[in-house]
């Protein structure tokens, strides 16, 4: 890894860790991050000319696989016609209307740059129209780094939350309860104390940000009960499962609808794409029709929805989730029996296209504690064995893994084989 060693190196002088986005740097499992220059299909290659199996997949974008013909087709034919205008196009009501048949609770929508904005506004938007300050979200979930979001559990169950981040003032921390993921006890409890007070409950439907950990049964039931109860808006930030975990996301996956969706990743194809909406009564009261405020310079740019339409048309191709799905299960059940096979214990989960594995002897790990318990070190060791083997799995134990419509059997099979040999390596 001479040049991405090199580039990381001269990267440091002028950027923060060398990285735009805090967990590339490889913080958590150590060494240099390979430099990409470019990818395609189910591959990645770096500065050094080698290639890797990719498992993080822009860290979620690209369910199609990397440099799909047809979106980059469609984000050069929109460049050749400028690439910002500022005014409403055409573009835009096709994303609108494609969305909406896509995830039909989402009525209306507005689109935003990242996933960040989307769950950002939504939140302002439920505060707006209920009247209310405080939202509930969960622990080990991410959400983007919005102020009231970056907010950890105060200590001792009920307690109001403190910030997660110098810079974040604890005025608005307090503002943010977080409770245990999977755990309806804890949510009925929070509301008995402070339901009148409410805004609304933010949750990822599959947490994707501390590994991968699907709802238990009732879970996101027992979450649209509680919010109908206390009249508080259900939000569902489906920034990484939308177009991922289902085509309808998780919301169609699991049968449960939220009054707001924040979607990301997957409908920008892999431009800077973001979007929230949901139900008409609540979406009409953002400007400009209601008074809650949310704007955008580059929102609904016409090489971003060119890019993001391009996708979701080609999601629709039949068996493609059944394919994506059957071929994360292969993946993730095989690392299983490889790891079981040479006497570590590891349990997995998977939903649709996300999966994560996580070196544990507890059967099913459905919560935050359960996850950040797992032993780190042997992750770090599988990780740095498959990146020497050609396969790039998620630089820490706490992220989802992602399988893309070109990862076929013989990607499979390849990515088993490195980590048989893998294993082989760390039990000798
Ligand atoms: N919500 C979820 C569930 C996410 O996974 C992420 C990013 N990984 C975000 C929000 C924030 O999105 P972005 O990084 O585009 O701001």
């Known amino acids: 890894m001479q040049k991405s060693e090199a580039l990381f190196l001269q990267a440091q002088k002028h950027i923060p860790g060398g990285v735009n986005s805090p967990v590339r740097a490889f913080k958590a499992v150590g060494g240099t991050p390979p430099f990409i220059v470019k990818a395609d299909g189910p591959y990645i290659y770096d500065a050094d000319g080698k290639q890797y199996i990719d498992?993080?997949?822009?860290?979620?974008?690209?369910?199609?696989?990397?440099?799909?013909?047809?979106?980059?087709?469609?984000?050069?034919?929109?460049?050749?016609?400028?690439?910002?205008?500022?005014?409403?196009t055409e573009s835009?009501?096709?994303?609108?209307?494609?969305?909406?048949?896509?995830?039909?609770?989402?009525?209306?929508?507005?689109?935003?740059?990242?996933?960040?904005?989307?769950?950002?506004?939504?939140?302002?938007?439920?505060?707006?129209v209920t009247g209310k300050d405080k939202i509930l979200k969960f622990e080990g979930c991410y959400h983007g780094h919005a102020d009231s979001l970056?907010?950890?559990?105060?200590?001792?169950?009920?307690?109001?939350?403190?910030?997660?981040?110098?810079?974040?003032?604890?005025?608005?921390?307090?503002?943010?309860?977080?409770?245990?993921?999977?755990?309806?006890?804890?949510?009925?409890?929070?509301?008995?104390?402070?339901?009148?007070?409410?805004?609304?409950?933010?949750?990822?439907?599959?947490?994707?940000?501390?590994?991968?950990?699907?709802?238990?049964?009732?879970?996101?039931?027992?979450?649209?009960?509680?919010?109908?109860?206390?009249?508080?808006?259900?939000?569902?930030?489906?920034?990484?499962?939308?177009?991922?975990?289902?085509?309808?996301?998780?919301?169609?996956?699991?049968?449960?609808?939220?009054?707001?969706?924040?979607?990301?990743?997957?409908?920008?194809?892999?431009?800077?794409?973001?979007?929230?909406?949901?139900?008409a009564e609540i979406m009409q009261q953002i400007?400009?029709?209601?008074?809650?405020?949310?704007?955008?310079?580059?929102?609904?740019?016409?090489?971003?929805?060119?890019?993001?339409?391009?996708?979701?048309?080609?999601?629709?191709?039949?068996?493609?989730?059944?394919?994506?799905?059957?071929?994360?299960?292969?993946?993730?059940?095989?690392?299983?029996?490889i790891a079981n096979k040479h006497g570590v214990p590891m349990s997995v989960n998977y939903a649709g296209s996300m999966f994560g594995v996580f070196f544990t002897d507890i059967e099913r790990v459905t919560n935050y504690q359960q996850a950040i318990n797992c032993d780190t070190k042997t992750f770090n060791k599988f990780f740095h064995g498959m990146l020497k083997g050609g396969v790039y799995m998620a630089p820490a134990s706490y992220e989802a893994g992602f399988v893309s419509a070109m990862h076929d059997q013989a990607i499979v099979d390849k990515t088993l084989e490195v980590t048989e040999s893998v294993f082989s390596e760390l039990t000798r």
């Open 150 to 279: 970056l907010v950890k559990a105060g200590s001792g169950a009920l307690t109001l939350g403190v910030p997660s981040s110098p810079g974040i003032p604890e005025d608005f921390a307090k503002h943010t309860l977080t409770m245990e993921f999977n755990n309806l006890d804890s949510v009925v409890q929070a509301f008995e104390e402070y339901g009148d007070d409410i805004a609304c409950i933010i949750v990822e439907p599959v947490a994707g940000n501390m590994n991968c950990i699907p709802p238990v049964e009732g879970f996101l039931q027992g979450l649209r009960d509680i919010c109908d109860q206390y009249n508080s808006v259900l939000i569902f930030d489906e920034v990484m499962t939308g177009f991922r975990v289902a085509r309808g996301g998780a919301q169609a996956f699991y049968g449960v609808t939220p009054d707001l969706t924040c979607l990301g990743k997957v409908i920008g194809g892999g431009m800077p794409v973001g979007a929230f909406g949901g139900k």
């Open 92 to 128: 835009e009501v096709t994303m609108a209307e494609l969305v909406n048949s896509l995830v039909p609770s989402m009525e209306m929508l507005r689109m935003v740059n990242s996933g960040t904005e989307a769950t950002m506004s939504a939140i302002r938007l439920a505060r707006g």
């Open 287 to 337: 400007a400009p029709t209601g008074p809650i405020y949310q704007a955008g310079t580059l929102s609904g740019n016409p090489v971003a929805m060119a890019a993001g339409l391009a996708a979701l048309k080609q999601i629709s191709a039949p068996g493609l989730y059944e394919q994506l799905s059957k071929t994360t299960q292969q993946i993730a059940q095989g690392i299983k029996s």
């Open 55 to 88: 498992y993080v997949q822009s860290w979620g974008p690209m369910v199609l696989g990397h440099n799909n013909a047809l979106i980059r087709q469609a984000v050069i034919a929109a460049a050749e016609n400028g690439l910002s205008f500022g005014a409403p």
